[in-house]
């Protein structure tokens, strides 16, 4: 089976959008980088795939440079053949992204050796429990004015984090705010901390970001806005609310379970030397 690819978002859209609504949990990360791309937020350099058997789609991947690859929940067979005919095309990929045992599966056929690899679970919303304990703050939806404070958060959160980031993140954060999908967590109506929810795809919504600058840590504002956020996503009628945890992070981890959530799977980023 050969892969198929473009650099063409609806008709990979076309192909892959379909298979990924399926199971639109697994498959929460591939669906809301493919919103993005149909805004044009991620730019052009743009590599989408899927593979089919017996003319259905069984399997996706994209990539949305300088972003490492981007695995769907794929058959674990595939990956295989999938990395062969990106080293035959001589594709620049920087790292892999995706559930595990893909991930993994994926690394071990790359021409490059591992460098770096940070492990991640996603948790699936169970029931909402009751909110954190707080004597002070509350929650707001961010507007306009906060633009500029929420970029520069959001470049601090993807500092600490590792990740990949474009050089400016403020088209993100602008088409995130106008979505309403970033939420503040103010005390005495100074913002503390933020978190954003996705809005639903397919019945899911995911949580994410969650940013607490360190001046304001350990008082528990990082667990009032992802429960804010998640009662959001509730009244906007996700029937699934989803987030990813750094598993190197047990505080975050206890947070989120604490507040409802529960483990679906293990995902992880694999950076190639």
Known sequence: ??????????????????????????????????????????????????????????????????????????????????????????????????????????????????????????????????????SDGASRTATEDDLELLVKWSEEFQAEAGSVAPADLTPLVVSRIGRRELVLWEVDGRPVAFAGVSLPIGGMSRVGPVYTPPEHRRKGYGAAVSHAVTAKALAEEAGEVLLFADLDNPTSNSIYQAIGYRPVADYASITFR
């Open 1 to 134: 089976m050969t892969w198929t690819f473009t650099s063409k978002v609806e008709v990979y859209a076309g192909a892959a959008e379909p298979w990924l609504l399926q199971d639109p949990v697994r498959n929460t990360v591939p669906l809301t980088v493919l919103r993005g791309m149909r805004s044009g937020l991620w730019g052009d350099d743009l590599l989408m795939g899927w593979l089919e058997r017996g003319g259905e789609t069984v399997a996706a991947v994209c990539q949305t440079a300088p972003h490492f690859l981007l695995l769907a929940d794929i058959p674990l067979g595939t990956v295989q053949g999938l990395a062969s005919q990106l080293i035959e095309a001589e594709r620049a990929i920087p790292g892999i992204s995706g559930p595990l045992p893909l991930a993994e599966a994926f690394a071990a056929a790359w021409w490059r050796p591992e460098a770096e690899r940070c492990p991640e679970r996603l948790y699936r919303l169970d029931s909402l429990l009751a909110p954190p304990a707080l």
